[in-house]
């Protein structure tokens, strides 16, 4: 061990990768209640990792509510613009996601929604539970290998709507759309 230069470093241990970052723990006891509407987790579905095409998903905690648009490219400035444009009109007060570099720019995404964006920890996907189990009803469309390069934004929007009108047992057979409705908020769709 003597031929090593420096201090060693623990396994595992390495530094962020995006920066400023406001970890789960921090969100509000509101949030974890699902108490409101505009709580979202967010994530991305990729294809082939030769493909730098993807689906960004948004779902809302309450309500399980769907935002999903295709980004040609997997990067922050693509993704803040999707989801702004996503998100027009509806309430966001917070963002969950994962630690995806499409979500360096996250910054300037709170500042657009006038919401706060939280990290969930890494490789603990059951801290967005709601989005996983979407992203997986999203499979049934788009099977793992899928290159979303050959997709449309029709073709997103088009499951997108789907689901949305998909009754959900989690929300006694009422789908997510009905569930929006009730709570008096007007969508676009």
């Known amino acids: 061990e003597g ?13 962020p990768r995006i920066h400023g970052r406001v970890m789960i723990d921090e969100r ?4 974890e209640s699902r108490a409101r509407v505009g709580d979202w987790e967010s ?13 960004a998903t948004h779902v809302d905690r309450k309500s399980y509510y769907l935002v999903a648009r295709l980004l040609r490219e997997r990067n922050g400035r693509e993704m803040n613009r999707e989801t702004v444009e996503g998100m027009t009109g509806l309430p966001v007060h917070t ?32 801290e967005r539970a709601r989005n996983e189990h979407t ?4 499979r049934q469309f788009w099977p793992r290998g899928t290159d979303f390069a050959d997709l449309h934004p029709a073709d997103v929007r088009r499951v997108e709507i789907l689901l949305n009108n998909r009754p959900r047992k989690a929300l006694g057979y009422q789908t997510p759309k009905e569930v929006m409705q009730q709570l008096n908020v007007a969508l676009v769709n």
């Open 3 to 15: 031929y090593l230069r420096g201090p060693r470093k623990r396994a595992g241990a390495r530094s």
């Open 28 to 31: 509000p006891e509101i949030v």
């Open 43 to 55: 994530d991305t579905v990729r294809g082939p990792m030769v493909s730098k095409a993807c689906v």
């Open 95 to 126: 963002v969950t996601v994962d630690n995806g570099m499409e979500f360096a720019s996250f910054k300037k995404l709170e500042a657009a929604l006038d919401a706060k964006v939280y990290f969930a920890h890494e490789k603990c996907p059951w």
């Open 135 to 138: 992203n997986r009803l999203l």
